[in-house]
Structures are given as structure tokens and as C-alpha cells.
């Protein structure tokens, strides 16, 4: 069902990098084989917003028609139920085809030459960029919150005044008028989930960077860990109000429970999800696209190409101007829908007055 | 759609990351940072609420300097005015007084001026008696020369004498 919907929202979002992809010839594989093979936008685009196990910087093209790829190959770690953990460079595989018992398909997936079904704990590109931003955030708040050690409550200056308005805003502004006197015990993951999100939004814009929050496996993990606290931090109320909701008729019940169990705990994180993973990725497509269309038309004449080239620039630049924006709003997004979702399940409220819920109530 | 399914290895790893972050960050970063702000609320605050309480402690003595003030300024009018009154009465009193003491002494004055006119009519009188009687004792000294005229003038005063 998941997959479905997924699938029709994303529909408009994916027709033009599905449709490019339809004939898949990697401009890896197709490196070799040499020098008139055809720009392909929908391999591009596809090439660069999926993970992948090498962390692409640029390629050369030598006078002799051969490549040199400016390329870090990164560590393999996969499991196989039975036979245990095998842990090695993907230069190695990338090379030979196979190593191991593992070998790459035609789409550069790792597959098992036997077929197994096996686990990849890879640290691919998307995984090396997490740790980099893991540095960054750790690096960063934690030389603000030394700063706040040592001068104490003296006026805060520099990077520490531009956290500070964040850090203050999400309290004030987000986990306070939502959780009340719960705010305290949610506010570090709000601030980590704004602040984690936002990094890697931003990270994912420059060029060479992986897109992680535009990836959905990132995305899942972290409206995961607002679905267990919605569930951990969820009251007798909650579930109450959701399998007997008050002054409901009897004949109502079997269509209203299953919507609301649906609506409140599956679709909410759900759409978490989806909302980021969507976003980040439709901006990367879009300026993608506009990339390509340069390429596309460069290949039908040199003057198509510098007329296309202005005009996807500036579009590209407009672009990613918003898509600026766009890092801070859909990480705030996230963050107080998630506090809002939090809000939503623990909320206690009396039957003694008809139904104020003690946090806005919204449907989303 | 290998766009659209999560990867277990990639959901790993997010999810170890994040943990990560997250628990260094409460512990070395949020907690610090929430805390000062905290204590730099509550000082801006309590000093806020302090500068309050002196400002109405300085509008308090301000009004009381002023109360001060104009009750010195009145009792200095009426201090003036006081002196004022007093000086007057001095002045009229210095004046009663040394008119009486003019008076007296004019007074003393006359009368020592009238005790010395009769002391010097006194002399004046004795001394004209003298100057009579030797004058008259000259003259009789002169005139009763023989003893006709001393039996004469005997005669005389004895008329005379009997006549008063």
C-alpha cells in the first residue's frame, strides 16, 4: 500500500527521470566503449540523486578518448545470513565485476553471484556524507555550548548568536506552545532533528554532495524516531479518544476507527517522510533537468547550447536560490509537525467539556 | 523504483548517526546552551526587576528631596519673616528706649541745670550779702564816724526794726 502511494504522489516528480532511465547505459560503464556515446538526462539525473558506492568528483576526458574519473571508492560491508560479514573497498569489485562471491548488475547494484539474499550495511556516499555532517553538527554546537561555558550569560557573539536564535526560536515558537510541560524532555531531539535536518539539506546543495535528506531510506529513519515517540510518549487519552471517540454513534465506529488509527498513526509519520524525501529531491531534479537541457541541446548545435545554457542557468540559480529557502522550511516543517504529532498523542485532556484538545488540532 | 525502497544498510546507518548526534548533543551541547540561557533569562530578569526598584526607589527620594526642600524654603520665609519682625520690634524698642533715656537725661540735665542756677543764685546772694554788708560796714565804718549820726542810725534801724 505504501509503495502505491508513493508511487501516484511521486508520480510528476519521477516521469522525468523515470522516463530517461528506461534505457540504462551508466556513464561508467559506458566509459570504455568511448567517445560518441549519446548524453542520456534521465541516466544523469538518476546517477546523481541515488547512493551510490563511490563518492564521484569529476571526469577528464584524455586526448585519447580514455576518462580519468576523479573518484573515492568507499568501503563494502555486507552480510549474508550463514556465511557472516564481508567488509571490502568497492574499487575492488568495481574493477573486477566480482569479488567475493558479490558482483555489480547492469544499474551498478551489488548482487550475489549465487543469488542469496544478503544485507548492505555499505558506507556508501550517502552514509560518508552523514558522518561528515555528524562532525560538523558535533564540531559546531559543541564549540557554541563551550563558548556559552566560558562567558557565561554574557551577550552572545558571532555563530553562537546565530544558533542562539534558533535554538531559542524552536523552544519558544515550537516545543513550548506544543508539549507545555513536556517541552524539556523533547526539546534535544527537536533541536537535533532541525539542525540535522537543515545541515544536510544545505550539504546535499553543494556541488559533488550527496543529497541524503532527498533520500528516502534517511527520511524514513527519522519519521521512525518520531513515530516511537509518539507512540512511547502517547496517553490513555490518545487511544481512548481514537477506539471509543465520544458521543459517536455505534453504526459510525467501524468506518471511523480504522480512519482515525490510519490518520493518526500511520499516515502522520508517513507524510513526514514523504514531505522531505519529496522536497529535497524535486528541487536537485528540477536544477538537474535544467542542466541537462543544456547537454541536450548542445548535442543538436553549438548555438542551441549557449542559448539553453543562459536560460537553464539563470533558472538554475533561481532555483537553487529556493531551494535555501526551502532547506530551513522543510526542516522546521518536519521539526514542529513533529512536536505537533508528539503533542497529539500525549495530550491529556478532561471529558468533563466537549472535546478541547489541550494542542491545535489539524489534519494533515 | 530502487528511488522509492528505504535501504535497511542506509536506514542503519542515518539511524546510528542521528543517535549519535543526538546524545553527544544533549550531553554537550543542548544541556549547556539551555541552561545558560535559562540563568541569562532569569539575570536580565532580575536585574531588570532590580533597575525597576531603583528607579522607584530614586522617584521616592526625589519626591522626598522636594518635600525636604520646600519645607526648608518655608522655613526659611518663615524664618525671614521672623527676623524680620523681631529686627522691628528692636528698632521700635531701641527707639522707645533711647527716647526715654533722652528724656531722662534731658530731665537730669534740667534739674542739675536748675540745681546749679539756685546753687549760683545761693552764692550770687551770699556774696551780694557780703559785698552789702561790707559795702554797709564801709559805709558805716565812714558814717558813724561821731556820735551823733551812730546814735542817729541806731535810732533808725531800731524804728525801722520795730516798725517791721
Redesign the interface.
Known amino acids: 500500500m505504501c509503495?502505491c502511494a508513493?508511487?501516484v504522489l511521486?508520480f510528476p516528480l519521477?516521469s522525468l527521470?523515470?522516463g530517461g532511465n528506461a534505457a540504462p547505459v551508466s556513464s561508467d560503464q559506458a566509459a570504455p566503449a568511448g567517445k560518441d556515446k549519446k548524453f542520456n538526462a534521465g541516466d544523469m539525473i538518476?546517477h546523481h540523486?541515488?547512493?551510490s558506492h563511490e563518492w564521484h568528483f569529476l571526469t577528464i576526458k584524455k586526448k585519447d578518448g580514455s576518462e580519468w574519473h576523479a573518484t573515492i571508492y568507499l568501503p563494502v560491508?555486507l552480510y549474508t545470513p550463514g556465511e557472516g560479514w564481508s567488509a571490502f573497498s568497492y574499487h575492488k569489485l568495481h574493477k573486477a565485476g566480482s569479488y567475493k562471491g558479490y558482483a555489480l548488475d547492469s544499474?551498478h547494484?551489488i548482487i550475489r553471484t549465487d543469488g542469496k539474499h544478503f544485507?548492505?550495511?555499505?558506507?556508501?556516499k550517502?552514509?560518508a556524507q552523514?558522518?561528515l555532517?555528524?562532525v560538523l553538527?558535533?564540531a559546531l554546537?559543541?564549540s557554541?555550548?563551550r563558548r556559552?561555558?566560558r562567558q557565561?550569560?554574557a551577550a552572545p557573539r558571532g555563530l553562537q548568536a546565530a544558533?542562539?536564535v534558533i535554538?531559542?526560536f524552536i523552544?519558544d515558537q515550537v516545543a513550548r506552545p506544543l508539549l507545555g510541560h513536556r517541552a524539556d524532555r523533547y526539546?534535544?531531539?527537536l533541536?537535533?532533528l532541525f539542525f540535522?535536518i537543515w545541515i544536510n539539506n544545505l550539504l546535499g546543495l553543494l556541488p559533488g554532495a550527496a543529497n541524503v535528506t532527498g533520500?528516502?531510506?534517511?527520511t524514513?529513519?527519522?519519521a521512525?524516531?518520531t513515530f516511537i515517540l509518539m507512540m512511547t510518549g502517547s496517553k490513555r487519552d490518545f487511544w481512548l479518544h481514537m477506539f471509543s471517540p465520544p458521543g459517536v454513534p455505534a453504526a459510525v465506529l467501524p468506518i471511523l476507527v480504522p480512519i482515525e488509527f490510519l490518520s493518526n498513526v500511520v499516515l502522520k509519520p508517513f507524510a513526514l517522510l514523504i514531505r522531505l524525501f519529496a522536497n529535497m529531491?524535486a528541487g536537485h531534479l528540477i536544477i538537474l533537468s535544467f542542466m541537462s537541457i543544456i547537454f541536450l541541446f548542445a548535442a543538436m548545435s553549438l548555438a542551441a547550447g549557449i542559448g539553453a545554457s543562459i536560460f537553464s542557468v539563470a533558472f538554475s540559480v533561481f532555483v537553487y536560490l529556493l531551494e535555501l529557502l526551502v532547506a530551513v522550511l522543510q526542516a522546521y516543517i518536519f521539526t514542529i509537525l513533529s512536536a505537533l504529532f508528539i503533542s497529539e498523542t500525549g495530550a491529556t485532556h478532561s471529558h468533563d467539556h466537549e472535546h478541547v484538545p489541550a494542542t491545535v488540532e489539524t489534519k494533515h | 523504483?530502487?528511488?522509492?525502497?528505504?535501504?535497511?544498510?542506509?536506514?542503519?546507518?542515518?539511524?546510528v548517526?542521528?543517535l549519535?548526534?543526538?546524545f553527544?548533543?544533549?550531553r554537550?551541547?543542548?544541556?549547556?546552551?539551555?541552561?545558560?540561557?535559562d540563568?541569562?533569562q532569569a539575570?536580565i530578569d532580575e536585574a531588570l526587576k532590580a533597575a525597576e526598584r531603583t528607579r522607584q526607589e530614586m522617584a521616592n527620594l526625589k519626591s522626598e528631596h522636594e518635600a525636604l526642600l520646600q519645607q526648608a524654603r518655608q522655613e526659611r520665609i518663615a524664618i525671614l519673616g521672623e527676623a524680620n519682625r523681631a529686627k522691628e520690634r528692636i528698632i521700635a524698642e531701641a527707639r522707645e528706649k533711647a527716647a526715654a533715656e533722652a528724656a531722662r537725661l534731658m530731665e537730669e540735665a534740667r534739674r542739675d541745670i536748675e540745681n546749679r542756677k539756685m546753687e549760683a543764685l545761693v552764692d550770687l546772694k551770699n556774696q551780694i550779702g557780703n559785698m552789702v554788708v561790707d559795702v554797709a560796714e564801709k559805709v558805716l565804718r565812714h558814717q558813724l564816724a561821731n556820735r551823733e549820726e551812730q546814735e542817729e542810725l541806731i535810732r533808725k534801724l531800731t524804728a525801722e526794726l520795730t516798725r517791721n
Open positions: 509503495k508513493l508511487v511521486l519521477l527521470g523515470a538518476m540523486i541515488t547512493d560491508i544499474h547494484k544485507y548492505d550495511f555499505s558506507l556508501t550517502n552514509v552523514l558522518l555532517s555528524m553538527m558535533i554546537f559543541v557554541v555550548a556559552y561555558q557565561g550569560i544558533v542562539e535554538i531559542v523552544r526539546l534535544p531531539y533541536l537535533t540535522f533520500n528516502i531510506s534517511v524514513a529513519t527519522l521512525l524516531l529531491l | 523504483m530502487q528511488l522509492l525502497q528505504p535501504g535497511l544498510g542506509l536506514m542503519f546507518w542515518t539511524l548517526v542521528f549519535i548526534v543526538l553527544i548533543l544533549r554537550y551541547a543542548w544541556r549547556p546552551i539551555l541552561q545558560a540561557l540563568q541569562r539575570a
